[in-house]
Structure formats: structure tokens, C-alpha cells
């Protein structure tokens, strides 16, 4: 298969959707890698690498028109609408609930999109958001504790205190991957750490591995606000897999927090959690709103791309192998993990979810494919 590697062109993006050590694997199983002229560059891997795995360097033109499979990180943004078309499969981040205009252009270029956030285990763990989800998580605890200090307009407070003082309060809403990887950096830096939760299992979970050391309690309307008024760093982390993000956190909520509290809010990227986020990017990340800092970077794994990078190429590489060696067709007959990733094929959206976020018909992947082993 000819499989292309596009440069991303969102602002502040560094990432790219394959390593020169994920080009030299796919190669050696025969197929034909290009990778769009700089592409790596924001990852510190320069062409060089890339042609040093056999793999071909070429323009933004060719990549989108003479590839089968294009692998992207983020969703196409407007001026990469009219390059869509159909023939071609494209695996990236798409995060279409939140996004009508795109939803709309993918189905009617007729283009196979396969979003990495909901190709989906029979046992609901997300494989290709995981790794983000992990990196972004880490990073909000970081932001929450550099945006408290007063230069940065903060409250002016050490997240972990100093002995004889108390550390600050961090509200974790949502104990999925990022919320687990949220506490764990707050409580390495000292804090005080409350995770709020839907799910009992997951909170038996979470005090299997994080006993003694947060405090986990079930998430209602209530619990919300009253954790949120308590909070020095609010960390918005749930979701609904491929819906809009539920809005947890109202602008009553935002008035009652402290002064110079720091509300980061994660889960932007599905449109957020809270009714006063809206999305800001890595050289603009943060806004205010009541006096609560707001950072809501929809790309947070971004800001460390070389982390993401290789993390993101770890998890993909097994599924686009397998879209390579077998085809789609065949390929998510054989994994209903990767089935559950295709949004959009010939002109129909086949992810119900998306199809109700905005009013468009829903066809079950299965109308359209064969799903029986083959
Ligand atoms: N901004 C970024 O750069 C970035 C990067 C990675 C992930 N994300 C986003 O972060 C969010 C969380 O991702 P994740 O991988 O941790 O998902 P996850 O599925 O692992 O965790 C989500 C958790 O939210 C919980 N939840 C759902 N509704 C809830 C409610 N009402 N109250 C409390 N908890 C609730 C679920 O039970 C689940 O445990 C997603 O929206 C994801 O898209 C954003």
C-alpha cells in the first residue's frame, strides 16, 4: 500500500503520525512510505532520517494525491478540506462530535476517515487515545501548578506548600487515563488531591492503585460545585467516548471558585467541560474568565513532541499495519477495535455518535463493509 506521512499545519504543532523507525517496520512489510518534505522536522526527525529507512520525501501535493492511506495526527483544518476525496483512507485525531463544518466535508469528499480516539477494545479501553491521554494529563497538573503563580496571574500559591504550610487543592473531574495521570503528577508535587468519579469500578480501581493518597468521590451536580469553590487547580478530564463533553462545570460554578484558581480544561478537544471553556492554543493557552485562569490547549501533547511523537507511533503502528497488510475491508473484519474507528466512508457517517451531534444520518458500518472474518 502507498502509505503517506502529511506535515501538520495546525498552529503549534509539532507532532508527526510516524517515526523513522515506524517507516523502516512498514518498508520492510513492502510497502511504499512518503513522507511530506519537513515533516518531522517539529519532532527533531529531519528527512534524512526518514530517506536513511528507505522511505521517500515529497511534497504536500503529492503526499494527499497519490497516497492510499494518509496518516495524520490532528483533524484536516479548513484549507486541507478540498485536498479530501474519496479513494483515500486517512487515520488521524478527528474529534468530528465537536466539529460540524468538518464532519461535513469528510462525508461529502466521500474520503474513509478513521478517527484514532474511537477505535475501541470490546472492553471499552481507547488504545490510540491512551498514550495522549496519558501526556496530556501529566501536563495539566504542570499547567495548574505554573499558572497559580502571581506573575502569571494566579492566586500566588505553591501547589505542594512547604513544611509548616499547606500544599493547594487539586479537583480532578473524571478518573479516566488523564485524570489517573493528572493525580499522579499533583501528588508527586505535594498537593492535596480529590478525584472526582461516575463509574464505581473505575474508583475501586483508582483505590487499588492510588490508596491513601487522593481522596475519590462519586461526581454529581452537587459534589461538583462543591469541590470546585474548594479547588486551587480544577482539572476537567471526563468523557464520553465520540460525544460532545458534558457541561460539568457552569458559569455560576467558575463565579464561586477562588480568585486566581486555575481551571484546565482538558477535555476541550470535545468541546469542553465546563460552560466557560473555549479552546486556546500553546502560544495563547490561557484566558480569564471570573478570575478563574482558564487553559484549554486542545492539543496539549503538542507542547512535548517528542514524547508524543514516539508514544503516539507505539500505539498506531499495530493498526496501521494492518490496514496496510490487509486492507481495510479485511482489516476491520478482523478487529472490531479497528471497526469502531471508521467515521465516515463513501459519503455516509458510520459512528453513531457523530451522527447525532449533528443531525446527520447514521449508517452502521456493517451496511457498508463485510464485518464477517474473512
Ligand atoms: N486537550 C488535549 O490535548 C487532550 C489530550 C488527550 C485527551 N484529551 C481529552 O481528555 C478527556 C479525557 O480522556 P481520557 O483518555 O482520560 O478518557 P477516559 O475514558 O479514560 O476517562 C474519562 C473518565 O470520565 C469519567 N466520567 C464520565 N462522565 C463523568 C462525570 N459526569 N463525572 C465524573 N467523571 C465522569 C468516565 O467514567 C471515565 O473514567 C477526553 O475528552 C479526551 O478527548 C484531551
Excluded at 503526499?63 to 495524520?72: G, M, P, R, T
Excluded at 486541507?80 to 466539529?99: C, K, N, Q, S, V
Excluded at 492535596?192 to 474508583?203: G, H
Excluded at 462543591?226 to 476537567?236: F, P, Y
Aim: glycine letters at 10%; a negative charge; hydrophobic letters at 45%.
Amino acid at each position: 500500500m502507498k502509505i503517506g506521512v502529511a506535515k501538520e499545519i495546525k498552529p503549534d504543532e509539532y507532532r508527526v503520525a510516524l517515526t523513522p523507525a515506524g517507516a523502516l517496520e512498514l518498508g520492510r512489510r513492502g510497502h511504499d512510505v512518503s513522507v511530506e518534505t519537513r515533516a518531522g522536522d517539529g519532532s527533531s526527525f529531519p528527512d534524512s532520517a526518514y530517506e536513511a529507512v528507505g522511505a521517500r520525501i515529497v511534497s504536500l501535493e503529492d503526499v494527499w494525491a497519490d497516497s492510499d492511506l494518509l496518516l495524520k495526527v490532528k483533524e484536516p483544518i479548513a484549507s486541507e478540506y478540498p485536498r479530501l476525496r474519496e479513494g483515500l483512507i486517512l487515520f488521524t485525531y478527528l474529534h468530528i462530535a465537536a466539529d460540524e463544518p468538518l464532519t461535513r466535508a469528510l462525508v461529502e469528499s466521500g474520503i474513509t476517515a478513521v478517527a484514532y480516539e474511537t477505535v475501541e477494545t470490546d472492553n471499552h479501553a481507547l488504545p490510540l487515545l491512551a498514550p495522549m491521554s496519558e501526556i496530556a494529563g501529566r501536563l495539566a497538573a504542570q499547567a495548574g501548578a505554573y499558572f497559580l503563580e502571581k506573575p502569571l496571574g494566579g492566586r500566588g500559591l505553591l501547589l505542594g506548600g512547604v513544611p509548616g504550610v499547606a500544599p493547594g487543592r487539586v479537583v480532578v473531574i473524571g478518573g479516566g487515563i488523564v485524570g489517573y495521570n493528572a493525580a499522579v503528577i499533583a501528588i508527586g508535587l505535594g498537593a492535596n488531591v480529590t478525584i472526582l468519579e461516575r463509574s464505581i469500578d473505575r474508583m475501586r480501581h483508582l483505590d487499588e492503585i492510588l490508596s491513601g493518597r487522593v481522596s475519590l468521590v462519586m461526581s454529581s451536580s452537587l459534589q461538583i460545585e462543591e469541590s470546585v469553590t474548594e479547588a486551587d487547580v480544577v482539572i476537567g478530564a471526563v468523557l464520553i467516548p465520540g460525544a460532545v463533553a458534558p457541561k460539568l462545570v457552569t458559569r455560576e460554578m467558575v463565579r464561586e471558585m477562588k480568585q486566581g484558581a486555575v481551571f484546565c480544561d482538558v477535555a476541550i478537544d470535545q468541546g469542553g467541560c465546563a460552560e466557560t471553556s473555549h479552546p486556546t492554543t500553546h502560544s495563547d493557552p490561557v484566558y480569564e474568565v471570573d478570575g478563574v485562569t482558564h487553559y484549554c490547549v486542545a492539543n496539549m501533547p503538542g507542547a512535548v513532541p517528542i514524547t508524543s511523537t514516539k508514544a503516539l507511533t507505539n500505539a498506531t503502528l499495530p493498526y496501521v499495519e494492518a490496514v496496510a497488510d490487509y486492507g481495510l475491508a479485511e482489516a476491520v473484519a478482523r478487529d472490531p477495535a479497528l471497526a469502531r474507528g471508521v467515521n465516515a466512508l463513501d459519503g455516509r457517517v458510520t459512528y453513531e455518535a457523530v451522527a447525532e451531534a449533528h443531525n446527520l444520518e447514521y449508517t452502521p458500518l456493517e451496511d457498508v463493509l463485510p464485518l464477517s472474518p474473512v
